[in-house]
DNA sequence: TAGATTGTTAATCGATTAACAATC
DNA sequence: TAGATTGTTAATCGATTAACAATC
């Protein structure tokens, strides 16, 4: 099953930011646009747009640009944004309850089969008609409700064994909110959104030119 | 003020990991550690590891390795962790109030002031003693508190608009969580978390073998 | 057709890795 | 001292940018 293209990172993550740009497009009735056109708008040189688009195909058409519906369809069909998948979070506290509550992810066809916590108090409560559950049954409901994306918002001292617990299960996926690096099997998915980190990298930058005056000084 | 040593954001981004393992080895009573015990760890390579550190300085010891402690302070400072940053979330709704109710930032020292909304609902609630104020209120609170960092939580629609108004007055940094870019001058500092992007990786990483049977079969 | 703009190859740039002399 | 491991230079790799022939 080895694939002949691959496709970096650094590119994959540029792609939900051209399908924003392009949905914004479509919008304000844009129907095409230029390579050149939409390097202004999102600071991004033409050349890398275009050689982007094309490690999928060739979208555009020369001497015209694109057409930014059928580049927005296209890109909506690589991101996997035509198809529905069915998750669950694990750990029901405030970000997981703020993620339950956040409905443009279910607009986008990812559906929310249910909540997971050890508080007895949050268990049996439900958020937009989808159940709390009690995280010892979490076995059993993965075995009878097929999962692809389980959303991990428990304290790190857990997330290791959650995961191996869902990964046996067969879930191939997950979206790791956790302040812990997951170790998952190569065929398995793991996207983590280190919130420390990346407020981090702010109080770094606030104060690097403090920083090299403090080393240049030494 | 130009800097002779300009740190690229691939360094910035992995200082917040380094510190969170040098974190994890010092509470396991770990002293010393050598690059190569560390890119076990890690799984990054030992060569980066020592050439991450040596931008800032020459922690290390030749024939032993690194202090961990010694290390682990050293990045704290270098995150600018030793420091107190105040701030505020401008938008109270599920990701705001999931923010705030979070301590593990204010024990870092990055304290919230003040909420902003617009529901009248919410306005004169507190979170953990934390006031949600109307956002009419933003630039007199500014004014009269001085603000390091505000935090936006509010719908895409509105984000250019708030970030317009804490810049006039004198905001230079934004942890920014709507799905939007917002543009800010040259002297601020604008992260964006942008949730559906990360999400959508997902998907597209779930897709990415069929994706390239179908091109393959055109 | 003439003009515009892509798709794609080639050149450049920057980041990562390897290697090893310096040194604890 | 001998062994280990850093700090740092050089080599490699990959990603970005430039250039331009192909073509709509």
Aim: zero cysteines.
């Amino acid at each position: 099953m080895a694939k002949e293209t691959k496709i970096s990172m650094a590119i994959i993550r540029r792609l939900p930011r051209y399908h924003r740009y392009l949905g914004e497009l479509l919008n304000s009735g844009v129907t095409r646009i230029s390579s050149q056109e939409l390097s202004k708008k999102m600071g991004v040189t033409a050349s890398q747009i275009r050689q982007d688009l094309n490690s999928f195909g060739g979208f555009g058409q020369q001497g015209y640009g694109y057409n930014v519906k059928d580049l927005y369809d296209a890109i909506t069909k690589i991101l996997g944004l035509e198809k529905t998948y069915n998750s669950i979070i694990v750990g029901a506290g405030n970000l997981g309850q703020a993620i339950a509550n956040y409905t443009g992810f279910q607009s986008w066809g990812f559906k929310l089969k249910a909540l997971f916590d050890v508080n007895p108090k949050l268990i049996g409560l439900k958020i937009r008609d989808v159940e709390i559950l009690d995280v010892d049954l979490l076995e059993d409901f993965v075995s009878k409700n097929p999962i692809d994306i389980a959303i991990l918002t428990i304290p790190k001292e857990r997330a290791q064994e959650i995961v191996d617990r869902l990964v046996a299960k067969g879930v191939k996926a997950f979206w790791n909110f956790s302040a812990v690096d997951v170790n998952v099997p190569d065929d398995v998915i793991v996207e983590s959104v280190h919130l420390s980190d990346s407020l981090f990298t702010i109080s770094y930058r606030l104060n690097e030119d403090e920083l090299f005056k403090k080393i240049k000084e030494k």
